[in-house]
């Protein structure tokens, strides 16, 4: 039995595909299934899993990257409680909920966010408003979903007093969802290559279907697209992660922009009921005024009639806006989450400019956050020829082997970071996590203090680098590393003790 049977059938039955990269981790889920089974060899492992269910899906839980968290790309719950929502309440006949669908929810943090976003701007009535759903292929996520109780790290880009607001404090490490937002959303177990979903999963008027198309090829995402389009009314609205507009512009739906932000509509936006309408703002105005009106602080904001905007445009392609070719255009629209955008304006100054290592750090930052490894580090590398002491290309190429797996060549490159600018504070983290991975207590221990040295000394810490926004979040790592030192102390004390 090779590799290749058991890659086609984990494609045939639910699409995700393993190639280049993701090899290594079919191959590790494989074994570890092996032994925990008892399997004699491959060929009897691949018997279980074609006559066993569960099988099947013990093995896809392993597989499946369930990377999620409260409040991602905030943008878009933002277009969808300011435009979307109030466009389906002035169409809706009658007073049943607005139904909303996130397909591959992982562990919940997206509706639950999407809940959030709703009693924020509906107050008491969202509860009755809206009726929100989630479905994953993943048991265990979905486990973890209806239970409803999140670490620190879930909670990553929310901001503090909605956690506040929607949670419940469990323990030191542990946040529960307050009971009436867990109610209101209801978890089910679905593939999305299969058309079969629960006769209460039917009808929605909004799907999120984002993050979860990268890790399916173009003709399994049309097949997948095809099934969410029987699922959804006729006027209704498909929203797919930022970064994955072109990828799913498959003609199954109509891409649709407005106010810089793409999602799809089932129905051509013309033949919507026309809505009373005021001249469009520029782009750019637009996000930054609504980005403050999405606030949780503007109460107010809730009892203000639905925001009649321009009408959405459909859009043809290629359609990204022109951009001008500047690293720092480039370097906004990252900072944006409008990666396709960004990539255009990248690929036009390469064009002028091939040495041009700004450039060809912040496309190998994008192609990094896409996971196309190869090409992250081809351009990382690139960058190092032409800057040989770049601290950007020896942290990206330090990320690229760590989400590689390759542990040794990614402490390599990080140490290389820290030598060149010992104040690259992410690098010493990396390495802290990457040594205390490998069970190098000593060298983790001294690696998270380097980083609170660092991040207690300067009010606005410098991350020693000069142009990839990573995004760190500084009094997040700085958590890690105090937690991360007190169980490694803990540790050391029960050895010794
Ligand atoms: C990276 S998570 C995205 C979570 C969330 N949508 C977000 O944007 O944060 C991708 C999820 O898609 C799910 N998934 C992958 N293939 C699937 C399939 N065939 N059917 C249903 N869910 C699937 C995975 O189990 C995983 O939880």
């Known amino acids: 039995m090779k590799l290749t049977d058991f890659k086609a059938l984990i494609k045939q039955r639910c699409g995700l595909t393993f190639e280049?990269?993701?090899?290594?981790?079919?191959?590790?889920g494989l074994q570890k299934r092996i032994a925990e089974t008892g399997a004699k060899n491959a060929?009897?492992?691949?018997?279980?899993?074609?006559?066993?269910?569960?099988?099947?899906?013990?093995l896809i839980a392993l597989l499946t990257i369930n990377e999620t968290y409260f409040y991602r790309e905030p943008e878009q719950l933002q277009?969808?409680?300011?435009?979307?929502?109030?466009?389906?309440?002035?169409?809706?006949?009658?007073?049943?909920?607005?139904?909303?669908?996130?397909?591959?929810?992982?562990?919940?943090?997206?509706?639950?966010?999407?809940?959030?976003?709703?009693?924020?701007?509906?107050?008491?009535?969202a509860a009755s408003l809206f009726m929100l759903a989630g479905g994953d292929i993943d048991k265990g996520a979905l486990e973890k979903a209806r239970i409803g109780c999140y670490t620190e790290f879930s909670f990553r880009s929310l901001a503090p007093e909605l956690r506040e607001r929607y949670f419940n404090r469990q323990d030191k490490r542990i946040w529960g969802v307050k009971d009436d937002l867990r109610q209101q959303v209801h978890f089910y177990h679905v593939n999305l290559l299969v058309a079969r979903?629960?006769?209460?999963?039917?009808?929605?008027?909004?799907i999120f279907f984002r993050n979860v198309s990268i890790y399916f090829d173009m003709p399994t995402r049309r097949v997948i697209q095809q099934h969410l389009a029987t699922l959804l009314n006729d006027d209704g609205y498909l929203i797919t992660g930022i970064a994955e507009t072109l990828a799913n512009n498959l003609g199954v739906f109509n891409l649709v922009e407005e106010g810089g932000l793409f999602y799809f509509a089932k129905?051509?936006?013309?033949?919507?009921?026309?809505?009373l309408l005021k001249p469009k703002p520029p782009a750019h105005q637009t996000e930054a005024t609504s980005r403050t009106a999405f606030s949780p602080h503007r109460a107010t904001q809730a009892s203000t009639p639905p925001v009649r905007e321009a009408p959405p445009q459909v859009v043809p392609?290629?359609?990204?806006?022109?951009?001008?070719?500047?690293?720092?255009?480039?370097?906004?629209?990252?900072?944006?989450?409008?990666?396709?955008?960004?990539?255009?304006?990248?690929?036009?100054?390469?064009?002028?400019?091939?040495?041009?290592?700004?450039?060809?750090?912040?496309?190998?930052?994008?192609?990094?956050?896409r996971k196309d490894y190869a090409a992250a580090e081809e351009s990382a590398q690139q960058a190092l020829g032409i800057e040989p002491w770049s601290t950007d290309a020896f942290v990206l190429l330090g990320l690229v082997a760590k989400w590689r797996n390759q542990a040794d060549t990614a402490v390599k490159w990080f140490k290389q970071a820290v030598y060149a600018r010992n104040e690259c504070w992410p690098a010493h983290y990396y390495l802290g996590e990457l040594y205390r991975a490998d069970s190098k207590v000593d060298n983790a221990r001294r690696a998270y203090r380097v980083v609170l040295?660092?991040?207690?000394?300067?009010?606005?810490?410098?991350?020693?680098?000069s142009i990839i926004p990573l995004g760190l979040p500084v009094s997040e790592v700085r958590f890690l590393c105090e937690h991360q030192l007190a169980k490694l102390d803990d540790g050391h004390k029960a050895i010794s003790g």
């Open 20 to 28: 280049g990269v993701g090899e290594a981790s079919l191959v590790s």
């Open 43 to 58: 060929s009897a492992y691949y018997a279980s899993l074609m006559a066993d269910e569960h099988e099947f899906h013990e």
């Open 79 to 125: 277009l969808l409680v300011n435009s979307l929502i109030p466009r389906i309440l002035t169409r809706k006949q009658d007073a049943s909920p607005v139904r909303i669908l996130c397909a591959g929810c992982s562990s919940g943090e997206e509706p639950y966010s999407i809940a959030i976003a709703l009693r924020e701007k509906y107050g008491e009535s």
């Open 197 to 206: 979903h629960p006769d209460d999963a039917q009808n929605f008027d909004i």
């Open 267 to 275: 129905q051509h936006p013309g033949s919507a009921k026309p809505l």
């Open 317 to 369: 392609l290629p359609l990204l806006t022109p951009v001008t070719a500047s690293a720092e255009e480039a370097l906004r629209l990252i900072q944006e989450k409008r990666y396709d955008e960004a990539m255009t304006a990248l690929a036009l100054l390469l064009e002028q400019y091939p040495g041009s290592s700004a450039a060809l750090l912040l496309k190998a930052h994008i192609l990094l956050h």
């Open 453 to 465: 040295q660092l991040l207690a000394a300067q009010q606005a810490p410098n991350d020693g680098l």
